[in-house]
């Protein structure tokens, strides 16, 4: 998808004019007037692995396959090496069945999922820091002014964040580039969206930023890692147990990105400071009340 001005920098971008995203709601104002918004459509996905029920997520609906692909890839279901032969959307029995090349059987795995505090109620499992033993991601610089320069870029891109709110924007960047920007009512599924891209194109996450709108959980940081992207940044702010596992895993995390302001609470030694923060710019007002209603 396309749309903006800014969106031909993008190789996926959001689409908030696209169909069954949003339906038109009428009600009342303070004042009783009346008024028409638009809200943001959620429809359950159940995703299947070969012949095996997995889970059902709330989204949005768009980029079905990426969603799938990168929730199994994500939660350690496929192996960097193992084929998807096919994908099965069916749109009106709303699921999609990702089939690869060998036999799966997750039942052990499936009896220990946790719910998670993600909007739209997100799901681990109980066993995907296991997947991250002896991890080692990437010593790559991260420049504060590349920083500035995405979150400009992608705080005033048209999308469902900015048009209809009650949303989560993940985007995937390289340096001050933000390349593939997805969008869903949970962040996780945000997340998945970006790691299915990434699988289906084989792009590495060794070099790359993720930028999100959510706040730092330990779910967003685990699938960070997972993804292999040493850097993940956020307009929002961060759970005790995100920035404990960050340390751990020697991620960079970085959030309250607001303007000229951020902070950052696990691998500093990867930031160079190299713009004086009076020279930004002062978010827009618009933009900031937009963020804090999300």
């Known amino acids: 998808m396309t749309n903006g001005d800014s ?27 009346t008024v028409e918004i638009d809200v943001v459509e959620e429809r359950p996905l159940t995703i299947f692995l070969n012949g095996q029920e997995i889970v059902t997520a709330m989204t949005i609906g768009d980029y079905p396959d990426y969603l799938a692909i990168g929730f199994l890839a994500n939660q350690g279901m496929l192996a960097a090496d193992e084929v998807v032969t096919a994908t099965d959307f069916d749109e009106e029995l709303e699921t999609i069945v990702i089939r690869t090349d060998r036999v799966t059987n997750y039942e052990e795995k499936l009896a220990k999922k946790t719910r998670t505090s993600g909007c739209a109620v ?25 920083l500035y320069a995405l979150a400009h870029q992608i705080n005033t891109t048209p999308s469902l964040y900015l048009s209809a709110g009650a949303i989560h924007g993940t985007v995937l960047c390289k340096q001050d580039r933000p390349l593939v920007y997805m969008e869903d009512v949970g962040r996780h599924n945000a997340v998945d969206k970006i790691a299915g891209w990434m699988r289906a194109t084989g792009t590495d996450g060794g070099d790359k930023i ?12 685990i699938k960070c890692a997972s993804m292999g992207i040493p850097v993940l940044v956020s307009r929002s702010g ?6 404990a596992i960050a340390r751990d895993l020697g991620l960079t995390i970085i959030g309250r990105m607001r303007g000229r302001r951020f902070t950052c609470l696990s691998g500093e030694d990867r930031l160079v400071r190299d713009v004086d923060p ?12 937009k963020g804090a209603e999300q």
């Open 122 to 146: 997100g799901t681990v499992f109980g066993d995907m820091m296991e997947g991250l033993e002896g991890l080692e991601l990437p010593q790559t610089q991260v420049r504060s002014s590349w």
């Open 278 to 289: 009076a020279r930004v710019p002062e978010e827009d007002k618009k933009n900031r009340r």
């Open 210 to 221: 993720m930028y999100t709108t959510g706040r730092l959980t330990s779910e967003m940081v």
């Open 7 to 33: 969106a031909h920098k993008y190789l996926i971008a959001p689409d908030p004019s696209a169909s069954g995203l949003t339906t038109a709601v009428t009600g009342q104002d303070q004042f009783g007037n």
């Open 238 to 243: 961060f759970t005790a147990s995100g920035v």
